[in-house]
C-alpha cells in the first residue's frame, strides 16, 4: 500500500534549527512535496524535489533521497511565525499526492 | 505562485440544506482540481478529483450523490454539499494542478468552513 509517515509533533527554539523527516511508500514516484499549514488555514506550497540532493530556498531546505524513500525539510533562523503544520505529500505513478498526516511544529521563545 | 480562490470562506447553514462551493484558478487554467475535506486537529483527506469536462472521481467512502462535483471549465469546479447535516461540518479545500515545465504540484483555495446546525 501507499504509505507517507512523518512524526505528529515537534518542539523548538526560536532561532534554532529544526529538520522534520518524512518517510513515503508509493506506487511510483513523481516528487515530493512539502506544504505548510498555519492552524484554521489552507496549505501553501514550500518546496518540491524529484532528484535527490539538497533543494536551498532561503531559510528552508528540502532533502530527498529515492533510494531510502526519505525526505526532510530544515528550518534554519526558527521563527515564531514558523509555527505550522508541515504536510509531507508523495506524487505517485498517477500524478495523485498521497498526503502525511502533517508535523506540528511549536516554537518556543 | 498561482492563486486559487474559494467561496464563500464561511457558510453556516440549518440541517438538510444544500451548500454550493466554488473553487476558481484565477491566474491559470486547470484541467484537474481536488476537493479536501479536514476535521479539526486530522490530515487532509482527499473527497475526489474533478476533472474538467468529465465527471468527477471520488474517493471510497465518499458519497457521489451526497457530494456532487461540477467542473464546468478549465478555472472553475464546484462542490455541492446536498442535504447537509451536522456531521457535515468540516472545513473544505480545493487545490487546482498546475504544470509549469517540469513541475507540477498543486496550490490550494484558501478553504470553506461549513458549519451544519
Known amino acids: 500500500g501507499q504509505n507517507i509517515d512523518q512524526p505528529t509533533e515537534m518542539t523548538a527554539t526560536e532561532g534554532a534549527i529544526v529538520q522534520i523527516n518524512c518517510t513515503y511508500q508509493?506506487?511510483?514516484?513523481?516528487?515530493l512535496f512539502w506544504y505548510q499549514q498555519h492552524a484554521g488555514e489552507a496549505p501553501t506550497f514550500l518546496s518540491y524535489?524529484?532528484l535527490d540532493g539538497l533543494e536551498e530556498k532561503g531559510r528552508f531546505s528540502s532533502f530527498l533521497s529515492r533510494s531510502k524513500g526519505y525526505s526532510y525539510l530544515l528550518l534554519k533562523e526558527l521563527q515564531m511565525k514558523d509555527s505550522a503544520s508541515y504536510l509531507c505529500?508523495?506524487?505517485?505513478?498517477?500524478?495523485?499526492?498521497?498526503w502525511g498526516a502533517g508535523t506540528k511544529l511549536i516554537i518556543k521563545p | 505562485g498561482a492563486v486559487v480562490s474559494q467561496h464563500p470562506s464561511w457558510v453556516i447553514c440549518k440541517s438538510g440544506t444544500s451548500v454550493k462551493i466554488e473553487c476558481r484558478s484565477l491566474d491559470f487554467q486547470a484541467t484537474t482540481m481536488f476537493w479536501y475535506r479536514q476535521f479539526p486537529k486530522q490530515s487532509l483527506m482527499l473527497m475526489a478529483t474533478?476533472?474538467?469536462?468529465?465527471?468527477?472521481?471520488?474517493e471510497q467512502g465518499v458519497e457521489k450523490d451526497k457530494f456532487l462535483i461540477n467542473h464546468a471549465s478549465l478555472t472553475l469546479s464546484t462542490l455541492t454539499v446536498t442535504s447537509a447535516h451536522p456531521e457535515d461540518s468540516s472545513f473544505y479545500i480545493c487545490?487546482?494542478?498546475?504544470?509549469?515545465?517540469?513541475?507540477?504540484?498543486?496550490?490550494f483555495g484558501p478553504g470553506t468552513r461549513l458549519l451544519v446546525l
Open positions: 505529500a508523495a506524487m505517485d505513478s498517477n500524478y495523485q499526492l498521497i
Open positions: 508509493t506506487s511510483g514516484f513523481n516528487g
Open positions: 487545490s487546482a494542478r498546475a504544470v509549469a515545465g517540469v513541475l507540477e504540484t498543486q496550490y
Open positions: 524535489n524529484v
Open positions: 474533478s476533472n474538467e469536462g468529465s465527471k468527477a472521481t471520488y
